[in-house]
């Protein structure tokens, strides 16, 4: 299993510009996480999926916008870029089940870089 | 206040020593979570635990849910040691909320 993947590794975006960050897992996993990660500052939950179809905010949802329409994707959108988006960007996945049980796997990170 | 306070933020050490990292939290949680993140920026994901201790090679893991605090030990620490490590509590809604990562520097 190739795990959780993300595409881009890396950025550069100029103010106001939009773009698609991709995450792919194979594992057939139903929950789905995007965190934000910044210089000193512990990962934040930006959105999350239950499975196919379900969505919902995180801890700083404002300036993206997620879908889930296969098990398998979960791509982040960002319409307007800002310098505030600036970050590493990482995906997760887990099984369904007890959460206290389950592992989360995340994928390698997107660095973004708002100009 | 942060939900999830680690501490030290920065650890050097030589290569050898017995390494402790700490992890207090404030709210009731199911489980809690030590993670790995290399200099690569890749994170693995080292223990899950909601009670008691865990051991896997030279690394141990302890929580206590009355204190609210956990560890990790890292025992004849290695240079491949070097990474941040993260805690991160399971809450209320089944998500994650994370410290701010403890950057250890095991020196040869």
């Known amino acids: 299993n190739a795990g959780v993947t993300q595409t881009p590794k890396f950025r550069i975006l100029k103010i106001g510009q939009s773009m698609t960050l991709q995450c792919t897992q194979d594992m057939n996993h139903n929950y789905m996480y995007w965190y934000r990660q910044d210089p000193g500052m512990g990962l934040k939950l930006i959105y999350y999926s239950v499975g196919a179809g379900i969505t919902d905010k995180g801890e700083v949802p404002n300036g993206y916008n997620v879908s889930r329409s296969t098990t398998e994707d979960f791509p982040l959108r960002l319409e307007l870029a800002a310098p505030s988006q600036t970050s590493v960007y990482f995906c997760?996945?887990?099984?369904?089940?007890?959460?206290?049980?389950?592992?989360?796997?995340f994928g390698p990170g997107t660095r973004l870089l708002v100009l | 206040k942060n939900e999830v306070e680690q501490s030290p933020q920065n650890l050097t050490a030589q290569e050898g020593e017995f390494i402790t990292i700490n992890c207090s939290y404030s709210v009731g949680i199911s489980a809690l979570h030590w993670l790995q993140q290399h200099p690569g920026g890749g994170i693995v994901s080292l223990f899950m635990l909601s009670s008691g201790k865990k051991k896997h090679g030279r690394l141990i893991a302890t929580i206590n849910i009355q204190e609210k605090h956990s560890s990790l030990h890292i025992t004849a620490s290695h240079p491949r040691d070097s990474a941040v490590y993260i805690c991160a509590v399971l809450g209320g809604a089944q998500k994650l909320v994370f410290g701010q990562g403890t950057r250890l520097t095991i020196n040869p």
């Open positions: 997760a996945s887990r099984r369904a089940g007890l959460a206290g049980k389950e592992t989360q796997y």
